[in-house]
């Protein structure tokens, strides 16, 4: 009976994503406000234009609720204590959830029980390390590279403006495995960091981000010792600390001998270091690295190769098998390194494609989005799968393939790049004496040129490189890709459009990484990725897909429980331009010709502000509570004069401000600097919250004025002179809320609506309030304006989020123009979300935009559509009324 009741494959990160998102509110009181404000930033449900997808941000979300409410608890740590619905979740419900990840009435132990739990939290303890280590399981083509360096950008952040706070990243070391996945992570670098962090700190971030990218052994690291902001991107190879495993023989000690080399030089220095001497050059060069590294504080290490790692090879990496992998041991020698120093790895970020590893789910799993989730939800090309069995003859296999891809995709663009076909030989001979001439017999029998054909192999010309890079790009003409022993890792190619693999390779595992390679995602709508497979490939797929994603390729199709249907919508000429007067409130800032002199205030009641306290009380009623002043306790950076005004200076740093400026003001207050030195080395806090914002408005002026502007906004973005293709998009949708033009239900009304010639609602009360209005007599035109979204329409609000401030997008449902000449914006709404806190600062900002514009604004709920369409409804109508109804 008790192993009934384990279950070695418990999925905490299902629990975890549950109560994130079931107690978001609760939880992210507890974070501090820059968090908040850059995670809504990048909220998909807040900013139309949020350039994250939906599983970049999941995983962000998740990545700061580890930092902020499970302030860098290891993974065993936070189980124990949600399972326990004690620590962190002790004010708070925590409930199991089943094998789908859905909540559960009961508790964990109530439904799992002590056995079940005690094995679990020993499995997720047994391997732990030093420092925090997580790994998110995103699968391939969903942005692991922008995420990671969001999750950065965010450390940094934090760490500036909480300098005493050791649970963030002031550094962080980025490895990959090898120098295909090297290359690409120089994205970043080059990658726009204003796209997900909000403009007041981009400046910052360019101003002060130092970039070390070790591509080859001469590299050298450029960080100062203690100095922040680091960002390093190697792999294990290139920094790892070397080790002698045997006794060099004789031989080896006469050939080997070299005097007078550095390595020679500085083996003393590494025997004081307790480590073994470096046998070269080389190795001494990367153990120079390795040290480099361990001199920077609070170091972050982000590990991007877990993702191109499968089955044992990733256990082996992740540290999760009995033998632990170069990659590992470096990151726990850095761990002990760092915290010799008094500082430590902050945690150890894993990112990964699946949360897999031989079927079993890893323990140290925080997020997971999978394989058949990101193709359902159209992140990666649906795969289409052909399977050749029986005793088919290799280039039999190859003309139906190529004849297959020709006359399916041939030359139709895509973004305006060509669709690609990846062919691959286990050998460069047989590439060159098998593979190559086969693909030009079909190719000729075809009409086709041979010039579409480009190999990538071990052997390439520079050429032959250049145009490899150039695949995702319209001016390559390429089409049919020949590759040996590449195209399994590191190849992002959205244009490639199919895989064929025939031989059965040596590695089981190459099969399910070059197939996956033609999935990712490309254009507006989803398309398909061709994989061509003989039959032993095929049972090989299906086994790793099992093995690595729980899928097998029967299961990659659309979602069996799916009623939606893809709808493909085109706009209706002409253009709809409506003219709207946007009243902005504009700030300006000028630098004055002299700055002013400030006041500091110094006195004891406002430093009464910055002393922290302990206050002990008892419960005994004849013993008074005690104050106890511990600000002297507290760990603070001394600051001298020279530092002080370096740090203000920084703050300033593109403002043509100069320390001296700075130095200058300070003196000339009635305390002068030296008391302000003395303030700040009590309080750090004083240079944020008094220094700063006094400095501020000594050197600059703020203005602030309205504008009100007339711009014309198409509610159809796309129109264009210089093609005559209408604008059209595509949109998934339950078939009973999607209401045509064409429908004889709209004869005679069809021309007081549809500027597309489809509209795809989001529920029946839309579609009831749309057919009423529509057949009205009161009606002159109506829109449905809450269809087009990110960026597809000009139509919009723009309304600030009641928790962050950010500014966000609003679409109202519907844009209504009467026989009268008034028009009204009309929000369809839940009465049950009639009191959120969003929906009302929505509903403030369309009001705003109403009266400038002579619109009325009024949100509706289903069971008011009969008095609001009333002849004199519409006028009379309170929307305030209905928000308490």
């Not at 399972?83 to 789908?100: L, P």
């Not at 101003?207 to 100062?224: M, Y």
């Not at 919508?569 to 003219?579: L, M, Q, S």
Request: hydrophobic share 35%; charged share 30%; aromatic share 10%.
């Amino acid at each position: 009976m008790a192993n009934k009741k384990i279950n070695q494959d418990f999925a905490f990160f299902n629990a975890l994503y549950h109560f994130v998102q079931t107690n978001r509110g609760r939880a992210r009181q507890k974070y501090r406000k820059l968090s908040k404000h850059l995670l809504d930033f990048n909220d998909p449900d807040l900013r139309a234009d949020a350039y994250l997808r939906r599983p970049q941000f999941e995983a962000l979300e998740m990545y700061v609720f580890l930092k902020e409410f499970a302030e860098n608890r290891h993974v065993h740590q936070v189980f124990s204590e949600w399972a326990k619905n004690e620590g962190i979740f002790e004010s708070y419900q925590t409930t199991g959830v089943d094998k789908k990840g859905q909540g559960t009435l009961l508790g964990f132990l109530d439904l799992e029980g002590d056995e079940q739990y005690n094995v679990l939290f020993a499995k997720m303890s047994e391997r732990a390390r030093s420092y925090p280590n997580y790994i998110f399981a995103l699968t391939m083509g969903l942005g692991k590279t922008i995420l990671m360096a969001t999750c950065i950008f965010y450390e940094f952040l934090l760490a500036n403006k909480f300098g005493k706070d050791t649970k963030y990243c002031r550094n962080a070391l980025v490895f990959a495995p090898d120098k295909t996945v090297l290359q690409s992570l120089k994205e970043i670098q080059t990658f726009d960091l204003s796209l997900v962090v909000p403009p007041e700190y981009a400046n910052f971030l360019r101003t002060n981000l130092k970039f070390h990218f070790l591509d080859d052994t001469a590299s050298t690291i450029g960080a100062q010792d203690g100095s922040s902001f680091n960002i390093i991107i190697s792999n294990t190879q290139k920094i790892i600390l070397k080790r002698s495993k045997a006794e060099p023989t004789a031989t080896d000690k006469l050939f080997a001998e070299k005097k007078g080399t550095l390595s020679e030089v500085y083996g003393d220095l590494y025997e004081m270091l307790g480590e073994d001497a470096p046998e070269t050059d080389a190795d001494l060069a990367v153990n120079a690295r390795f040290q480099r590294i361990a001199r920077l504080p609070q170091l972050g290490i982000y590990v991007d190769e877990a993702h191109h790692s499968m089955g044992a090879a990733l256990e082996k990496d992740l540290g999760q098998a009995k033998q632990t992998s170069a990659l590992r041991t470096t990151i726990d020698e850095l761990a002990r390194a760092l915290e010799a120093r008094k500082t430590s790895v902050v945690g150890c970020y894993n990112f990964t494609g699946t949360p897999y590893v031989k079927d079993r789910i890893m323990p140290e799993v925080v997020y997971a989005y999978g394989l058949k989730a990101a193709i359902d939800n159209k992140y990666l090309k649906q795969p289409g799968f052909f399977t050749y069995t029986g005793n088919i003859k290799s280039d039999d296999f190859l003309r139906e393939v190529i004849t297959d891809f020709w006359t399916n995709l041939g030359e139709s663009r895509h973004e305006g790049m060509l669709p690609k076909l990846a062919l691959f030989a286990s050998t460069l001979d047989e590439l060159e004496k098998d593979l190559r001439p086969a693909i030009e017999t079909v190719l000729a029998e075809l009409g086709v040129s041979t010039d579409k054909i480009l190999r990538n192999t071990g052997d390439s010309t520079n050429e032959e490189i250049r145009e490899f890079n150039r695949l995702d790009t319209e001016d390559s003409n390429k089409q049919f890709i020949l590759l040996v022993g590449k195209g399994g890792e590191g190849w992002n190619c959205r244009s490639l459009f199919g895989v064929a693999l025939y031989r059965k390779p040596k590695s089981r595992i190459f099969v399910l990484q070059s197939t996956m390679r033609c999935l990712r995602a490309i254009g507006p709508q989803q398309e398909t990725g061709r994989i061509y497979l003989s039959a032993d490939n095929q049972a090989i797929l299906d086994d790793e897909l099992q093995q690595n994603f729980r899928v097998t390729t029967d299961e990659l199709g659309p979602k069996k429980d799916d009623t939606s249907v893809t709808v493909e919508v085109t706009a209706v000429p002409p253009p709809v331009i409506i003219k709207l007067n946007r009243h902005r409130e504009l700030y300006q800032t000028v630098k004055k010709d002299q700055p002013d002199d400030i006041v500091v205030d110094l006195s004891d009641e406002m430093m009464e502000r910055f002393r922290i306290k302990l206050e002990r009380r008892t419960h005994l009623k004849d013993k008074a509570s005690s104050i106890e002043d511990i600000t002297e306790r507290q760990t603070h950076k001394p600051y001298t004069k020279l530092t002080l005004i370096g740090e203000l200076a920084r703050y300033f740093s593109g403002d043509d401000i100069s320390a001296f400026d700075i130095e200058e003001v300070l003196d000339e207050t009635d305390q002068g600097l030296e008391a302000i030195l003395e303030a700040v080395n009590v309080a750090n806090d004083i240079i944020f919250d008094i220094l700063v914002p006094h400095l501020f408005h000594a050197f600059f002026e703020v203005k602030s004025y309205q504008k009100s502007e007339e711009e014309e906004v198409e509610l159809i973005r796309g129109y264009s002179n210089k093609s005559s293709r209408l604008p059209a998009f595509t949109f998934k949708a339950q078939e009973h809320l999607v209401q045509r033009r064409d429908y004889p239900k709209y004869d005679g009304t069809r021309s007081r609506s549809f500027h597309l010639d489809t509209y795809c609602f989001d529920s029946a009360p839309e579609v009831e309030f749309f057919d009423r209005v529509i057949k009205s007599d009161m009606t002159d035109r109506i829109y449905f304006t809450g269809m087009l979204v990110h960026g597809q329409s000009g139509f919009q609000v723009y309304y600030i989020h009641p928790e962050s401030h950010t500014v966000c997008n609003y679409h109202p449902d519907f844009l209504v123009y009467r026989t009268d000449g008034k028009a009204h914006l009309i929000e369809v709404k839940s009465n049950w979300k009639k009191d959120d806190p969003v929906v009302l600062a929505k509903k403030e900002a369309a009001e705003l935009l109403a009266a400038g514009n002579t619109f009325e604004y009024s949100l509706v709920t289903r069971e008011q559509f009969d008095e609001f369409l009333r002849p004199d409804g519409w006028d009379k109508y309170d929307p305030d009324l209905t928000l308490d109804a």
